[in-house]
């Protein structure tokens, strides 16, 4: 180390190497000779704690004598992705890293290969939270994240036979590095029993909850460290735990198995994250586990806000809650909850507080991917949150009552329950009632849900909606996932600001028509495609040429997604080359990946169909020169750091307004793909900043789609009219791809020809000629290189450091809190 220099803070390359073989001896308990390759790994991982630790301790310290006004950000998802790599770059010691590996005789790159990624996810949704917590600590913004601590994440996808087939993610096995368990952190939470009233020491008459089971929180605690910045956040998650792991009066009764049942009982709370991206009826365990980690955070705000700040009545100046889709929306009633009956204040002075404090972020217009949950089932549950549920709706309706004097069609529509067969809870509307900014995640996607899913709650409240377009970092995205174009931006450049400044990427236009670097920035894309040919040759043994086209889809299998319209362009290049006709196309690999959600059976025989299908291109010698297809298994952040760089080609099909915004659009656009697309989410606007000529637009906008709905769509029509789209449809049906099976592919032929709900059929011939102008243009290399080149420029906007000024400017209201690097 260098003079003055602590082995585990410094950065110099003799400290990073100290430090490591410190921690491989004293943590590991290894010799360098004797180790393996994930003690190397946890050694590493150690050794650069040691250095996040120092800014995170500060910055907590900084935070709390200065009581700084923070956001807290709920979230049920954190789709975080390997640790290691993002965190080397943000302290800026990559390089460092690299060469104190090589002094060691070790390889980096194998090292960072060992991590297991924490799959706390589904999807975009958690993957964004990932992304904010990261932009939270490079803009500076003092923040905390809180979640739930899955001890299973998201499952691990095989294909079997063509099928999808879960294996369970044992994420937790081999240990967490990054986490720092807090024992002394746990809070209380109650679930069932009654309410009752009762007379407090003032005379005054009360509610209170007697909960029948209670179970502890303790809190996990995990880094955030910003981009070059001493800011580091809190992720804090929660993990649940039965009250005391023994229940004594139970034992001494005899009953032993009984009291360690009731133990394992509380455990299932955070045991696994629900792999659907869609709520499921009546699933109870959710709701509990929403609960859970709610009751938690909640508790814990209001713990540090009476240890730093004092009283409550400032709670909403020191803190922002931010909730992330209606999951976390619980939260609204139990910060009313603990208010009113724990510190006895009044309704008014409660919901005051209470609605100041939350905003709440829409991902969804699907309405059947709103949440709701039975009265019953609540009320079994939750019984004080739904009395105050029912008080909070009283007072709103009567609210929209004397606003819309004599309209009770639309306080039907409005209320926090909706009347039926079964009574339910409207967690959305709870979510907009409770909150004083309520957004969406992309332009698009925000006008609709003004003008259409919250229409009746904007006529009441216009100034409560806002738009917040999503962003990706940079740092895992680009720098991280794509070092070879990294390099020759920053050479280009002249500097690396853009790593923190995305829109300097701008510098790059000026640099788009020398040949030089179109040559460079090919030869870029051309290695991050022999990379990926070579993995998926190790791991799929599937042989892809990286001449081809790489056209790639990856996200989670949804019909909205319409991965069926992909394939029928599939099928259609392969009849195209089986007739001999080639003159329109350009040699392809098209290559998929996205987990389905187990219960969701069209979104299986989707992923069935690619592979059947796949499996007959793949092994037919007359068509490969041409096309195969690729099926990438278990699509996570960790592959997705693979594919991005190496796509030409992003797939961004969704049937216009049911994509709210799409991510994957904008990391595939940030490397260097050209996105084909629909008017839908966000990529309306990465379309605008990228210029219209440089993206493939196809298809109906998002109002003919609803006019279409509204005049009546008859796809069959779409089939009997169309020749090519009947010949694909029906070589499906023809048993071509399932070993004469003329029945397996029924389901979703039948489904497309008689209902087809997110129009595939009309989109159809549009697309295809669209995919006919992707393949002349790729023809002409010079061309495409330049687009691809204005793309990456251009993209800057969709950096979440962008979106994360938004909402700290628009609908936080909260400044950076910048911490000085102590030596
Ligand atoms: C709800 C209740 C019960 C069980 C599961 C769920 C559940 C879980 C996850 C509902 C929805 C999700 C995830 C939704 C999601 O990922 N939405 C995506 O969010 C992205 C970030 O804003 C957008 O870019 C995508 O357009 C949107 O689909």
Not at 10 to 24: T, V
Not at 358 to 372: I, K, Q, V
Not at 673 to 702: C, H, P
């Amino acid at each position: 180390p260098r003079t003055g220099e602590h082995t585990r803070t410094g950065l110099s390359k003799a400290a990073l190497k100290q430090d490591f073989l410190d921690n491989l001896f004293y943590i590991q308990g290894r010799f360098r000779e004797v180790a393996s390759p994930h003690d190397l790994y946890m050694a590493a991982a150690f050794t650069t704690r040691d250095r996040l630790l120092k800014h995170w301790v500060e910055s907590a310290q900084v935070f709390k004598t200065s009581h700084a006004r923070t956001v807290c950000y709920l979230s049920a998802e954190y789709l975080l992705g390997p640790h290691l790599a993002t965190n080397l770059v943000n302290l800026g010691i990559m390089e460092t890293a690299h060469e104190a590996s090589k002094e060691l005789g070790l390889d980096l790159e194998a090292i960072l290969e060992e991590e297991e990624e924490p799959g706390l996810g589904n999807g975009g949704l958690g993957r964004l939270a990932a992304c904010f917590m990261e932009s939270l600590s490079t803009c500076q913004i003092p923040a905390i994240g809180y979640g739930i601590r899955y001890e299973f994440g998201i499952f691990d996808q095989a294909i079997e036979d063509g099928w999808q087939v879960e294996k369970t993610d044992n994420w937790l096995r081999n240990g967490n590095p990054w986490e720092i368990p807090r024992p002394r952190i746990r809070f209380a939470v109650g679930y069932g029993g009654y309410t009752e009233s009762y007379r407090d020491e003032r005379g005054q008459t009360r509610r209170r909850w007697q909960p029948a089971l209670v179970i502890n929180g303790m809190a996990y605690d995990t880094p955030i460290l910003g981009y070059r910045t001493a800011n580091a956040n809190l992720l804090r998650l929660w993990k649940a735990e039965a009250t005391c792991s023994f229940d004594f009066q139970a034992f001494n009764t005899g009953d032993y198995y009984g009291a360690v049942h009731a133990s394992i009982q509380a455990e299932t709370i955070s045991k696994v994250l629900y792999p659907n991206d869609e709520p499921e009826a009546g699933k109870e365990l959710r709701l509990k586990q929403q609960y859970f980690f709610v009751s938690c955070s909640v508790q814990d705000m209001i713990r540090l806000h009476l240890n730093t700040v004092g009283p409550l009545e400032t709670f909403a100046e020191k803190f922002v809650i931010q909730l992330n889709d209606t999951h976390p929306a619980l939260a609204v009633v139990e910060l009313m909850r603990l208010l009113l009956d724990e510190h006895a204040m009044s309704w008014e002075q409660a919901w005051d507080i209470t609605h100041r404090t939350f905003c709440y972020t829409n991902h969804t217009l699907l309405p059947e991917a709103l949440e709701t949950w039975s009265v019953s089932l609540f009320e079994r549950l939750l019984p004080r949150h739904l009395e105050l549920i029912y008080e909070i709706n009283r007072r709103f309706l009567d609210e929209v009552r004397m606003r819309f004097l004599g309209d009770e069609a639309r306080v039907w529509r409005m209320s926090l329950i909706a009347e039926g067969s079964e009574r339910r809870v409207r967690m959305a509307n709870l979510a907009v009632v409770g909150s004083r900014a309520v957004n969406g995640v992309a332009k698009l996607h925000s006008k609709l849900v003004k003008t259409m899913l919250f229409k009746d709650f904007a006529d009441l409240w216009p100034d409560r909606f806002h738009n917040v377009t999503n962003g990706v970092t940079p740092r895992r995205f680009m720098v991280v996932a794509n070092p070879r174009l990294s390099k020759l931006i920053t050479r280009t450049c002249g500097h690396d600001h853009w790593i923190r400044d995305l829109e300097l990427l701008r510098e790059l236009e000026a640099h788009v028509d020398d040949a030089g670097f179109q040559a460079e920035w090919r030869a870029v894309k051309y290695a991050a495609k022999r990379d990926l040919v070579e993995w998926m040759q190790q791991t799929t043994d599937i042989r892809l040429d990286p001449e081809s086209l790489f056209d790639v889809q990856a996200k989670r299998f949804h019909e909205y997604k319409r991965q069926h319209l992909k394939v029928l362009h599939v099928i259609r290049c392969y009849q195209q080359i089986k007739q001999g006709q080639t003159q329109d196309l350009v040699p392809r690999a098209f290559i998929f990946g996205g987990k389905a959600a187990p219960g969701y059976f069209m979104a299986k025989l989707m992923i069935k169909l690619i592979n059947a299908v796949g499996a007959v291109i793949n092994n037919d010698p007359q068509v490969n020169g041409w096309i195969r297809v690729a099926f990438l298994p278990n699509f996570n952040v960790k592959n997705s750091q693979r594919l991005y760089p190496a796509a030409d080609l992003s797939e961004q099909i969704s049937l216009a307004g049911k994509e709210a915004s799409g991510t994957g659009n904008m990391k595939f656009s940030m490397n260097g793909a050209l996105t084909i697309g629909t008017l839908d989410g966000a990529n309306v606007e990465i379309r605008e900043a990228v210029g219209a000529e440089n993206f493939f637009l196809f298809g109906m906008t998002a109002e003919e789609a609803l006019q279409r709905q509204i005049t009546g769509y008859r796809p069959w029509e779409f089939y009997q009219n169309d020749p090519e789209l009947k010949s694909d449809i029906d070589l499906i049906n023809s048993g071509l791809f399932s070993h004469g099976d003329t029945q397996l592919f029924r389901p979703l032929t039948d489904n497309l020809i008689n209902h087809d709900p997110f129009m595939v059929l009309a989109d159809y011939r549009a697309y295809l000629d669209c995919q006919k102008t992707v393949s002349d243009t790729y023809k002409d290399r010079e061309r495409w290189t330049r687009m691809s080149i204005f793309n990456v420029a251009r993209i800057g906007r969709f950096s979440s450091d962008r979106a994360i000024r938004e909402y700290a400017e628009h609908i936080w209201k909260v400044e950076p809190r910048v911490i000085d690097p102590v030596t």
